[in-house]
DNA sequence: AAAAAATTCAACCGCTTATTT
DNA sequence: AAAATAAGCGGTTGAATTTTT
């Protein structure tokens, strides 16, 4: 490991590689103000980075974007991440399409820390909590909308559209249980019992979250979807959970809001361009924040 | 308190696909 | 039409951080 030291923020072949710097990130921000995205080549060229047009991209995409949405992953956009993986597989790009603000990047990341086959930690515990929680919240307000007509919870026969409700009506349980927030640990030990029968845990397995079992695929329709999709669904496993760490992380990180900050500052003192009058990322719809 | 283990995620790589010359 | 270049994708790595022992 020691000797690794210098390999990170390394230079090959001319290039620099390894964590980007404040400095770098400026150089490629304006290189995108002046001349919009794309042509990642000429960066090097015209603003004298030290970086691959590839790395150029990359950092853009993932990091610096201005329509990038930050911190923690929403209970709403992981129940997407769920379903669509379900449908699509490890087609990431695809699933951020449906995710506004987030990468193919952070998507993946996001499953592969939290979903993917290996043994259960006490995160996933708690994710698994939160998770039936939201859904739980999920049918008790689609219970509300349609009181009526909602009675009978079984008769999901032409799920084709709606499949994770469906699935949340066959799965979830009585809506009686009490649901006063920030316990995790203490849902998970009030809805324990419930949530091994229901998810069909077995305990001797190293990967007992099926997300087949997340999503209800007891009930059929959506294990029929996922297996339709004929895509990577053979590997999916799954859980839910809220990162924790994003607030520390970006702390930590020499601050992005610095170099936004920066750009403006120097529009405002008539140097260089402006974020709102870049015509490529207001075309997009672009917003910064 | 500190060492070890686990987790996170930015950035890399190789490959494929799309576009340009 | 073919070659070259650029963009995009998904898998993987490993430094930094957090959690556990």
Not at 46 to 55: E, P, V
Not at 60 to 71: A, E, H, M, Q, T
Not at 164 to 185: F, I, K, M, R
Request: charged letters at 25%; glycine letters at 10%.
């Amino acid at each position: 490991m020691e000797g690794q030291q210098f390999a990170w923020g390394r230079e090959e072949g001319g290039w620099r590689k390894g964590p980007w710097t404040a400095q770098e990130d400026k150089l490629l921000v304006e290189y995108v103000m002046q001349h919009g995205e794309g042509r990642w080549n000429s960066v090097a060229k015209i603003t004298g980075l030290k970086r691959s047009g590839k790395s150029c991209r990359l950092r853009w995409v993932n990091y610096l974007r201005p329509d990038l949405k930050r911190g923690k992953i929403t209970p709403q956009e992981e129940s997407v991440i769920l379903e669509l993986h379900a449908l699509w597989g490890n087609r990431w790009s695809t699933i951020a399409r449906s995710l506004p603000g987030r990468t193919d990047n952070e998507i993946k990341n996001y499953w592969r820390t939290h979903f993917k086959k290996g043994k259960p930690s006490k995160n996933i515990e708690r994710a698994r909590a939160r998770f039936l929680k939201q859904r739980r919240e999920m049918q008790q307000q689609s219970q509300l909308m349609q009181t009526g007509q909602q009675q009978q919870l079984g008769q999901d026969d032409d799920a084709t559209s709606a499949v994770v409700d469906d699935n949340l009506a066959e799965v979830a349980p009585p809506a009686a249980t009490s649901l006063t927030h920030d316990g995790e640990l203490q849902i998970m030990q009030e809805m324990a019992p419930d949530m091994d029968d229901l998810l069909y845990y077995h305990p001797g397995d190293m990967s007992p979250y099926s997300y087949d079992d997340l999503l209800g695929s007891g009930g059929g329709e959506c294990g029929a979807v996922a297996a339709s999709a004929g895509a990577a669904a053979s590997t999916s496993e799954g859980s839910s959970e809220e990162l924790d760490g994003g607030a520390a992380t970006w702390g930590s990180l020499w601050n992005l809001d610095d170099v936004v900050h920066d750009m403006m500052i120097d529009c405002a003192a008539g140097a260089g361009c402006c974020w709102g009058s870049f015509p490529p990322l207001q075309d997009q719809g672009l917003a910064f924040y």
